[in-house]
Each structure stands twice: as structure tokens, then as C-alpha cells.
């Protein structure tokens, strides 16, 4: 669907209603399926195209409450997510604390995430919006007070 906005036209569509996802972020189209992170639930969820049905949902990471803040298909096939540890305050604000990290979610040649969330980067501070450049390396950006 197209709405017509102030600049011009938007592309808008609807996949999934209903799921109750809270700020979704990191959005990753592969495998004919919508990967996607819910600040909310601490997990990364796959949902099929075209009917946004639920196929999977990794399992929440143990212990402290994560908030995930985006994430991208790594060269390797791989899912990278960028997240912090909650510390009970509003979960927009910078951290004051070296809590980010970054995980690694492996996925099968079919697109199913296999075992675990894999901590591969820790000490930064409030990372987000991960990617890779063209020479294979990962760049997050990390919030220095």
C-alpha cells in the first residue's frame, strides 16, 4: 500500500497483526522469512512470508533482562544482534556502564536458528544498528558518556 506523505509517496505492508510485538527492531529478510527483535520479549522471532505466521522464537537469554536493539544477517549466514543489560531505568537512556553486547544466532541452510544466542562482543556501551561493510567486517555503534 502506498500512502501519500508530505515528501511524497511510502511503501507500507502489514505482515503480522496481533503478535503483540513491542518495538521491532533489526529487521532481516531471509530465507523467506521476516527475523526480527522484540524489546519486549528479549528474543529474536521468525515469522513466515507472505502470512507473518510464527515459526520460531530463540530462547530468551538467561539471567539479566536483555534489550535488544537491532540486528543483521552476518556474511556467514549468521544473525548479529546488538544488546544491553537492563538496569531498571528508562531502556531509551544511554547506559552509564560498559553493558552491551553482541550475540551471534547461527542459522541452518534452511534458515532455523540452531542452539543459543553466542556472546561474541561484550563491554560496549549501549550498542545498536550492527552491520557488516563489504570487507566482511562487523560495525556497531556504541554510546560513550
Sequence with gaps: QFD??????????????????????????????IYLVS????AILRLRLPD???LEQSRPIDGDFFVLWGMCLGPDGS???AAHIGDGRDYLE???SPSGVIFKQS????????????????TLNRP?????CSHGCLHVSSYQV
Aim: proline share 5%; charged share 20%; hydrophobic share 35%.
Design 4 to 33: 501519500r506523505t508530505g515528501t511524497g509517496l511510502a511503501y507500507r505492508r502489514q505482515i503480522a497483526t496481533n503478535r503483540q510485538f513491542t518495538a521491532p527492531e533489526g529487521i532481516v529478510h531471509a530465507h523467506g522469512s
Design 39 to 42: 524489546v519486549e520479549r528479549g
Design 52 to 54: 507473518g505466521a510464527m
Design 79 to 81: 544473525l548479529y544482534v
Design 94 to 96: 544511554p547506559t552509564h
Design 107 to 122: 542459522l541452518d541452510a534452511h534458515g532455523s536458528m540452531l542452539g543459543d544466542l553466542e556472546c561474541i562482543a561484550d
Design 128 to 132: 545498536s544498528d550492527p552491520r557488516f
